[in-house]
């Protein structure tokens, strides 16, 4: 987690960038240092918090299937058209 964290403040900063989806209400740049610091600080809290342990993984473990999970699930549908056909169907409705 926190070579990962490192990341995103350098040397891998803009391929973290790119991932970014465009419609988040955030600057991409924003987005890379706001989750490198929550990832770098859970890092750490792993190898410094060792009685809170157990706390701190289950708390990293939802930080990661929070930006994972509908990533992937974004991933699986984003070929079919899917989202794009939900955006206008939302739109047409309005």
């Known amino acids: 987690m926190v070579m990962a964290a490192i990341g995103h403040f350098t040397f891998q900063r ?3 960038q ?3 989806p465009g419609w988040l209400p955030f600057s ?3 987005v890379v240092i706001a989750s ?3 990832e770098a600080g859970l ?3 792993l190898i410094f918090w060792q009685r809170r342990r157990a706390e701190v993984g289950l708390a990293l473990a939802v930080f990661l299937c ?3 999970q509908p990533v992937l699930i974004l991933w699986a ?3 079919t058209g899917a989202p794009h056909r939900l ?3 939302s739109n047409q409705n309005q």
């Open 18 to 20: 790119a991932q970014v």
């Open 28 to 30: 991409k740049d924003f």
């Open 36 to 38: 490198g610091a929550i």
């Open 77 to 79: 549908l984003w070929p």
């Open 14 to 16: 803009e391929e973290f």
């Open 87 to 89: 955006i206008r169907s």
């Open 43 to 45: 890092g750490l809290a």
């Open 66 to 68: 929070s930006f994972f």
